[in-house]
């Protein structure tokens, strides 16, 4: 069986920008953003690759038509040979009547709810209803689906069978928070052998999302939402909650159920209706670190206390020892450790895909699992990768180099040869851009198409953030690290892996003056640990380069600088490698330098 997961709008951008204010700083306040499709084959996930990847618009909402077809041409398959294509949206007409009816009873004047549902109204018909998106798909792909074979899979069933997928298909109880859904922001449940079951009595509306709470906070603080949460993790490093904390103390309400709701429901189209609040908590807004860092200390502090309050009910309602959390909220790593070690949970997963750039992922995988061919069988998952897109043979690296001749040099060399040359380049204050294989999946560079650089020098974070990334300078860098090494470098409790990214754990005392440029200002890191399995190559530099330093780490971030798509292709990488300070270039087995230090 072939299922196509798709997902991104046309249109969506622009009704939201006429109708919903989403532009400027609110440009990403919007649905279908981190469009993408992902292609799975009788069970086996072959190809997946986000849309911003390929047109090269971060966040890109746009209907998927290059993630599409890059899929199929991949597997070489036509659209012919699809059995089913898989929405991660479903906006029947019982979703909009829901819309509709809370809209109508809520507390707002006349005019502007009227206006409102008059928009909803349009959002609907134009953009998202089943027909829409129908004819959608076939205007941008000239092939005509046929509805019986599309599925239009609930947002949050799909992000649970992401994260179902990803930890190898073990039944797990889970939870789901992100901005919103269809209506709703959040809920629990469990997946037995495949089958979902929701715990209703835990699902929260949009109006009490903790996701577009969060993304408020980070507008208040000068951030773009929907994108920038993770800088506001990154300062909560930098102060300590306050006591006590008005969020805690006097936003948030904790009710059965593992339930919340806020004080002062949300108006989810208006992101600046609660900055007077914030104001009133915490005095007017300063563009310093100190204010700054205390605002964010106080919303992840809230944040852990809302999670934490859901785990509790979640242990209460399931005999299930795995945890799987899913959606935008997951990303949150510094909130995932303390939650898991708080929990008695054997095991939590959060995938490389719990933001909505792996619903693609999710949808086909329920579209496959809940098709009577697959009705009744036991389902085992094939091991799964998040190198999942565009990868590039030699051929392809060199036409990309000739377009460059004059301005780089370059030198083949084997896998070997490639390991011991970068591997003593890195013994130096150096920054190398490293590219190889498939393009990850998912909002982390996770060793494929990666910044790499010594942590063993203190500035080095001010060097990658100035030169490299043009970026703020509080922001810290991630390290990877050999999974069997792991727990000696970092305090990681129950935990024995992190290979995507999503959990922060403390760096051991002893190790913080040998990798102080991986370690945050509050002596964490936030982790990604490698095997051979997963990146031979990396892990073999890795290991070189520890023989030759005494040092166990490499800091990873991503390939691209602010405001940018982590670079796919080697014209990609070669353009950012001479457009930042990037000392050399690995693009496969070509060892790169600038024409300046070339030869």
């Keep these: 069986m072939i299922v196509l997961g798709c997902n991104g709008f046309t249109r969506v951008s622009e ?45 890109t909402t746009d209907f998927p038509v290059n993630a599409v077809r890059w899929c199929l041409e991949q597997a070489g398959l036509r659209f012919s040979d699809i059995d089913l294509i898989a929405i991660p949206f479903n906006f029947s007409d019982e979703v909009l009547d829901e819309m509709l009816t ?27 209803s089943h027909e829409a998106i129908l004819a959608d798909f076939a205007a941008r792909t000239g092939y005509t689906p046929d509805p019986d074979r599309v599925v239009f899979v609930p947002h949050h069933l799909a992000h649970v069978m992401t994260g179902y997928y990803a930890a190898g298909m073990p039944d797990s109880a889970f939870l789901v928070s992100d901005g919103r859904a269809e209506v709703l922001s959040t809920l ?26 969060f993304s408020a906070i980070t507008r208040f603080l000068g951030f773009v939402p929907n994108n920038d949460e993770y800088k506001v993790m990154g300062l909560s490093g930098y102060a300590r909650p306050p006591v006590p904390n008005p969020f805690v103390e006097e936003f948030i309400e904790l009710h059965p159920d593992g339930r919340y709701t806020f004080r002062q429901p949300l108006q989810t189209d208006d992101p600046r209706s609660l900055d007077g609040l914030f104001e009133q908590y915490f005095g007017p807004f300063e563009a310093t670190l100190e204010y700054q860092s205390r605002v964010a200390a106080a919303a992840q502090e809230m944040l852990n206390v809302v999670t934490r309050h859901q785990i509790r009910a979640l242990e209460g309602k399931t005999e299930l020892r795995h945890l799987l959390f899913e959606g935008g909220v997951a990303l949150n790593c510094l909130n995932n450790t303390p939650l898991f070690a708080g929990s008695r949970f054997d095991d939590m997963d959060v995938s490389f895909g719990a933001s ?191 023989a030759l330093t005494d040092v166990p780490c490499l800091i990873n971030t991503s390939f691209n600088v602010a405001g940018e798509p982590i670079v796919c292709t080697p014209a990609d990488a070669l353009q950012c490698f001479l457009g930042t300070e990037i000392d050399y270039l690995v693009l496969g087995n070509y060892l790169v330098t600038k024409a300046d230090t070339a030869g």
Excluded: C
């Design 15 to 59: 009704v939201f920008a006429e109708h919903f204010g989403a532009v400027g700083i609110d440009k990403h306040y919007l649905l279908g953003h981190d469009a993408g499709a992902a292609l799975l084959v009788d069970g086996e996930l072959v190809a997946a690759v986000e849309e911003e990847r390929l047109n090269r618009v971060k966040k």
């Design 356 to 546: 909505d750039t792996g619903v693609v992922l999710g949808a086909a995988v329920y579209a496959w699992l809940n098709h009577p061919e697959s009705a009744g069988r036991r389902q085992v998952a094939p091991r799964v990768t998040p190198y999942l897109g565009p990868e590039f043979d030699d051929a392809a690296i060199e036409d990309a180099l000739r377009g460059f001749r004059d301005r780089v040099g370059w030198t083949r060399l084997s896998d070997a040869e490639i390991v011991d040359q970068v591997s003593k380049l890195l013994t130096e204050k150096v920054v190398i851009g490293w590219f190889e294989g498939r393009i990850e999946h998912g909002p982390r560079a996770l060793g494929h198409r990666s910044i790499l650089a010594n942590p063993q020098f203190p500035d080095i974070k001010d060097v990658i953030n100035t030169r490299v990334k043009h970026r703020e300078p509080f922001r810290p860098f991630a390290p990877i690290v050999l999974e069997a090494d792991a727990p000696k470098i970092f305090e990681m409790g129950r935990k024995t892996r992190s290979p995507y990214m999503t959990f922060v754990f403390p760096v051991r005392p002893e190790f913080h003056e040998v990798i102080p440029g991986a370690t945050h200002v509050d002596g964490t890191s936030r982790v990604q640990t490698i095997t051979d399995a997963d990146t031979p190559r990396l892990a073999d530099l890795l290991r070189r380069f520890t």
């Design 188 to 213: 629990m449940g469990e997946i037995r052998g495949g089958r979902i079951q929701v715990f209703d009595e835990t699902a929260i509306g949009a109006e009490y999302s903790i996701g577009i709470l």
């Design 102 to 128: 809370g809209i109508a009873g809520a507390p707002m004047p006349p005019e502007p709810k009227l206006a409102l549902l008059n928009n909803i109204v349009k959002l609907y018909t134009e953009v998202v």
